[in-house]
């Protein structure tokens, strides 16, 4: 099965800050990924999927890159509203793995 | 586009639930469809897949224990889990997956609210 490592655990930020979250998959996975957010007591939501292609209404800050093993999630400029965890999904095998997600607080 | 889940509650260690995932707005029979669960406070984790030809998977930790099935005509998902653990107690989503004839892979895309699974 593959593994999903993602990293930091957590991350404190500022408003405006740029950050950067890694997901890393224990073989390659092309570019089948997804980035989702959650916020307490709701739903995950999907950001970004492909590894890099935006899901319709999420803002451009959201971004995503990588291929095969390694990939990111950046956001440009930290807004509120960004507070969240993240966590990023493996697609390629049909026994779906996520990461153990990153938690984006306020610093 | 929706979906609803539904049947969770409070269960004894093994014991059995049937978790149902409504879905509205599409057409479910062109969608895989998946079960994740949540324990409180932890990462999300996969529990089942079905895809539209109705072939099945599942994770170690369920198999042998977790049935999906899926009734395309009524647009409905369903999980039934058997020899319930304490392990088990969680937030149970369903999620739309991908559709292979259309060409859509997002991964999971829709996501359901939730039900609750406590096994106590």
């Known amino acids: 099965d593959i593994q999903m490592t993602q990293s930091p655990s957590t991350l404190s930020a500022s408003v405006g800050d740029r950050v950067t979250i890694t997901c890393r998959a224990s073989q390659n996975i092309n570019e089948w990924l997804a980035w989702y957010q959650q916020k307490p007591g709701k739903a995950p939501k999907l950001l970004l999927y492909k590894a890099s292609t935006l899901e319709r209404g999420v803002p451009s800050r959201f971004s995503g890159s990588g291929s095969g093993t390694d990939f990111r999630l950046t956001i440009s400029s930290l807004q509120p509203d960004d507070f969240a965890t993240y966590y990023c999904?493996?697609?390629?095998?049909?026994?779906?793995?996520f990461g153990q997600g990153t938690k984006v607080e306020i610093k | 586009v929706q979906l609803v889940e539904s049947g969770g509650g409070l269960v004894k260690p093994g014991g059995s639930l049937r978790l149902s995932c409504a879905a509205s707005?599409?057409?479910?029979?062109?969608?895989?469809i998946h079960w994740v669960r949540q324990v409180t406070g932890k990462s999300l984790e996969w529990v089942s897949g079905?895809?539209?030809?109705?072939?099945?998977y599942y994770p170690d930790s369920v198999r042998g224990r977790f049935t999906v099935s899926r009734e395309d005509a009524n647009n409905f998902s369903y999980l039934q889990m058997s020899s319930l653990r304490v392990g088990d107690t969680a937030v149970y989503y369903c999620?739309?997956?991908?559709?292979?004839?259309?060409?859509?892979?997002?991964?999971?895309?829709?996501w359901g609210q939730g039900t609750t699974v406590t096994v106590s």
């Open positions: 999904l493996q697609y390629k095998s049909y026994s779906r793995a």
């Open positions: 707005g599409f057409t479910l029979s062109g969608y895989d």
């Open positions: 999620a739309r997956g991908d559709n292979w004839n259309d060409g859509f892979f997002y991964g999971m895309d829709v």
């Open positions: 079905i895809g539209t030809a109705g072939d099945t």
